[in-house]
Each structure stands twice: as structure tokens, then as C-alpha cells.
């Protein structure tokens, strides 16, 4: 947790509680919370904007997971942190050092780069690439469901 910012974390209210999500990995959230009475719930965004609610469905906590996409069967998002991310981003660039002129593909590339500096996801359709985009954009994204790993602690005034 040594390199994270919490000026990147969202806050939403809800049930008496503060409850803080974007954290970049389970481990950082689940030192968080230590670090500060919190404890760890999960929230899903279901209804296509930013709308949490508290939700077990995903087992986040369970599977030791801080994020994921649920978009139906022929969707697939792979986060920064996932293990095969690095796989797919890495074919990505492979492509683009192919580009030579100034194609919708070269600018779809250079557009996402900003998506790929903030905490990017790789969304797959039928295990093709098919676009890049934030943790953020991914709930407005497919009819997604998102589920987030998120710390709860009681609001103090």
C-alpha cells in the first residue's frame, strides 16, 4: 500500500456508513480497512449508471477479488490487475507499433492510451478484442453489472 493515493478513492453514503471503492487490488482494501476500522463489503453498480448497492452476488470477498464485470456470456472485461491482462495489453501494443498511417485504428489506439493510464480494462467479445476502457466507463458499458470491493466505515461528523 506504500505507492497508493486515497484521493483516488470514491465515496458514496449509504446506511449510516461512508463507503470508499477504487481500490487498485483486495490486498490494498483489505489494509485499508485495517489500517482504519472499516470493513470490507461489496457494492454492485447493476442499473447501468452510479448507483451502488450493497451486494454479495459477485463474492468479492470470498474469492479475494477487488473488481469485476459481469456483461453476459459472449463479454469478457479483464482489469489491470488481473493476471492475463498483461497478455492482452501487450498484443494490443503489437498492434499498434503496426499501424502506419493515420487509420480509425491508430486513432482508436492513441485515444485509449488515456483510458489505459487510468486503471484501464480490456473488454473482450467472444474472446476477440474489442475495445479498451476505464473502471469508471465500464458501468455504463454492455448493460454491465460491476461489482467493487469497498470499505465501509461509519460517518463521523
Do not use: C
Not at 483516488?8 to 490486498?27: R, S
Not at 472485461?77 to 498492434?95: C, G, M, N, T, V
Not at 498511417?101 to 488515456?114: L, T
Amino acid at each position: 500500500m506504500e505507492n497508493f493515493n486515497t484521493e483516488k478513492l470514491v465515496k458514496y453514503e449509504m446506511e449510516g456508513q461512508e463507503i470508499l471503492v477504487g481500490f487498485p487490488n483486495f490486498e490494498t482494501a483489505e489494509t485499508y480497512a485495517a489500517q482504519n476500522l472499516g470493513t470490507l463489503v461489496e457494492l454492485a453498480f447493476t442499473d447501468g449508471n452510479d448507483n451502488p448497492q450493497l451486494n454479495k452476488e459477485a463474492g468479492l470477498i470470498s474469492g479475494k477479488k477487488h473488481f469485476f464485470v459481469q456483461a453476459g456470456p459472449e463479454y469478457r472485461f479483464i482489469h489491470s490487475a488481473d493476471p492475463e491482462f498483461r497478455e492482452y495489453a501487450d498484443k494490443l501494443q503489437e498492434l499498434k507499433s503496426d499501424l502506419k498511417d493515420e487509420s480509425p485504428e491508430e486513432k482508436y489506439f492513441s485515444n485509449a492510451e488515456i483510458e489505459i493510464a487510468e486503471d484501464p480494462i480490456i473488454v473482450l467479445k467472444n474472446n476477440e478484442f474489442e475495445s479498451v476502457t476505464s473502471r469508471e466507463r465500464s458501468k455504463y458499458l454492455k448493460q454491465a453489472n460491476v461489482f467493487e470491493i469497498g470499505v465501509a466505515k461509519p460517518i463521523t461528523d
